[in-house]
Antibody, heavy 117, light 108 residues
Framework: EVQVVQSGAEVKKPGESLKISCKGS????????IGWVRQMPGKGLEWMGI????????RYSPSFQGQVTISVDKSISSVYLQWSSLKASDTAMYYC??????????WGQGTLVTVSS | EIVLTQSPATLSLSPGERATLSCRAS??????LAWYQQKPGQAPRLLIY???NRATGIPARFSGSGSGTDFTLTISSLEPEDFAVYYC??????????FGQGTRLEIK
């Protein structure tokens, strides 16, 4: 059974760093892209970027390029989304999702990130 | 960047009625379009891919059509669990990928 499981909710202060995780199982982890999607409170879905665990090829949406870093650790089948300096506007639900042929077919449960002083 | 525009923003219908949701692309995406359903407090779920193919486990009352710039998601007879937000997404020349802004399907 394909599963995508994300790390738990985070509460951080502005300026702090953060790395959240996403673990895939039940399929060939290195054979599928995994992407990240942001959903701000009460808003729609925003595609952030994607990584191919097989060779770490990473692509970003222009809106998120330079704002976040996506990385992978194949040894533990995990993908990460990282911020070096959080802002209040980063408060959102973040989803990771496996991508097959350009479509996100299996989604994690979401990680709620709250940034507040 | 290709922009996807969904209409209407909100659709109010009753159970048993037929729902028709629209997604228009700013330029042709061929048939490279998907539809997702998101219920409150849940992650999105893939319903339709490549414009008209149902994803695994999706009921037959959901159907997709269209190509080029104009696409439609049809729910033939609404069940209570179908009231949710629906997003379209294209994969033409991906990445990047973009989503439409969503259509909220609410109970009338």
């Amino acid at each position: 059974e394909v599963q995508v499981v994300q790390s738990g909710a985070e509460v951080k202060k502005p300026g702090e760093s953060l790395k959240i995780s996403c673990k895939g199982s039940g399929y060939s982890f290195t054979g599928y892209w995994i992407g990240w999607v942001r959903q701000m409170p009460g808003k729609g879905l925003e595609w952030m970027g994607i990584i191919y665990p097989g060779d770490s090829d990473t692509r970003y949406s222009p809106s998120f390029q330079g704002q976040v870093t996506i990385s992978v650790d194949k040894s533990i089948s995990s993908v990460y989304l990282q911020w070096s300096s959080l802002k209040a506007s980063d408060t959102a639900m973040y989803y990771c999702a496996r991508n097959r042929d350009g479509y996100h077919d299996y989604w994690g449960q979401g990680t709620l990130v709250t940034v507040s002083s | 960047e290709i922009v996807l525009t969904q209409s209407p923003a909100t659709l109010s219908l009753s159970p048993g009625e037929r729902a028709t949701l629209s997604c228009r692309a700013s330029q042709s995406v061929s048939s490279y379009l998907a539809w997702y359903q998101q219920k409150p407090g849940q992650a999105p779920r893939l319903l339709i891919y490549d414009a008209s193919n149902r994803a695994t486990g999706i009921p037959a009352r959901f159907s997709g059509s269209g190509s080029g710039t104009d696409f439609t998601l049809t729910i033939s007879s609404l069940e209570p669990e179908d009231f949710a937000v629906y997003y379209c997404q294209h994969r033409s020349n991906w990445p990047p990928i973009t989503f439409g802004q969503g259509t909220r399907l609410e109970i009338k």
